[in-house]
């Protein structure tokens, strides 16, 4: 592929951000419904249309996704949510090694009532999850503490022959039916139901209890597989490049293709993260960077937690702290582009991911303008632009 000399590329991923009509908002989504004029601007400047992020078949998950989205085809890359999370924290699976994602979340013994563990903090999640280890961790499964609720378990010569359900897909809904099934089910469940034994006694969540949060007191492990291989982003498409996420997922996929991917202090993936800290992390890399692509979580948080209004805010504040800042910053060094599209629907009715066909809004240098006023769900079904495999979308940006 030939590069234009000097260019810039921005490619901003607000999580879980499209979603479907809503009553309380008088029939209009939440990207409709808050104030994006960055985004609204760039619309105006560039390209409106849909790209399908998630081929069909394939779980609709922020996983298979971002592969897609940063050039992956996730038919071909794909083995797990779980080893692209290990890749983030620097672990290195052998061969016969099987990542699970292991969640702290919240039960009543019989039900998932959340599937963050009331969004507990990292370093209270690696205390729980540490008590967790102390019984449950052998030389064979290994716990590895992540962001929030989001660890790891890593089991050697265990199998990805497993049905394994992710839990904000099922809040609400009981435990037992959703379980894992399959090989390897056995040890799994024990490990699942002795994690409540250890975790409902524990002092921090008594606390929680006693406060009227909820308690972190259940393990809940999903999203396995075995270590993947990318190709080298940079050798791929000629540039250097950068990722700024909080979540160890995007971070993972980074290392694995070679980009850089920085830590950026008080970056949480939710509503409170470091807006600031992200927008000054994403000017120090396009110094240092070609390629930047900055992926925010809090509206896909939002949406799985049914948090309309949050949700709302949390769009408002990507294009106010992120989209414009990133956008005027790759600007300032000449011939820029930029793409802005959410990675999957997370409707706040469903509270959970869709695979449906994403909006997107690509602009700058070379970038031809359509008819568009701004980027929403509906003016982007409306617009001729489709592309049915989104990990050539990429090529649009950088090409």
Request: include cysteine; charged fraction near 20%; aromatic fraction near 6%.
């Amino acid at each position: 592929m030939t590069m234009l000399s000097g260019m810039k590329y921005l490619l901003i991923v607000p999580d879980g951000m499209a979603d479907t009509p809503i009553d309380a908002l008088d029939g209009r989504t939440p990207l409709m419904a808050a104030e994006t004029p960055h985004l609204d601007a760039l619309a105006r400047l560039g390209t409106v249309g849909r790209v399908q992020t998630v081929p069909p078949g394939m779980p609709p998950g922020s996983d298979v996704a971002a592969l897609s989205i940063m050039g992956y085809d996730p038919a071909r890359y794909y083995t797990g949510r779980a080893p692209l999370e290990a890749a983030s924290l620097e672990i290195d699976l052998g061969p016969r090694d099987v990542a699970f994602r292991c969640n702290l979340i919240t039960t009543d013994g019989t039900a998932i009532v959340d599937y963050s563990g009331g969004e507990v903090s990292s370093a209270d999640g690696a205390v729980l999850l540490d008590a967790v280890a102390t019984r449950l961790g052998t030389s064979k499964r290994r716990f590895y503490p992540g962001v929030s609720y989001r660890n790891l378990l890593v089991w050697a010569e265990g199998s990805v022959d497993v049905r394994t359900v992710p839990p904000h897909d099922v809040m609400g809904q009981p435990l037992l039916p959703n379980l894992p099934e399959g090989d390897g089910e056995t040890t799994l469940r024990q490990m699942i139901w002795d994690s409540y034994e250890i975790l409902a006694a524990h002092p921090l969540n008594r606390r929680c209890v006693d406060e009227g949060r909820h308690p972190a007191n259940m393990i809940w492990l999903w999203g396995q597989g075995y270590a993947p291989s990318l190709p080298n982003f940079p050798a791929t498409h000629g540039v250097s490049g950068t990722v700024i996420s909080a979540v160890d997922l995007l971070r993972g996929i980074a290392r694995l293709a070679g980009l850089k991917a920085p830590l950026v202090p008080g970056a949480t993936g939710r509503l409170d993260t470091n807006w600031a800290g992200k927008a000054a992390a994403a000017r120090v890399a396009l110094a240092e960077s070609d390629f930047v692509m900055i992926h925010v979580e809090a509206p896909d948080e939002c949406g799985h937690q049914g948090d309309l209004e949050g949700k709302v805010r949390a769009i408002a504040l990507t294009d106010r702290e992120i989209i414009g800042p990133a956008w005027e910053a790759a600007q300032r060094y000449g011939d820029a582009r930029i793409l802005v599209l959410p990675d999957h629907y997370t409707p706040i009715a469903r509270r959970t991911h869709v695979g449906d066909p994403v909006p997107f809004c690509l602009a700058g240098t070379g970038i031809p303008k359509d008819s568009a006023d701004r980027l929403d769900e509906e003016i982007a079904a409306e617009s001729p632009l489709f592309l049915d495999e989104g990990w050539r979308l990429i090529t649009r940006l950088l090409g």
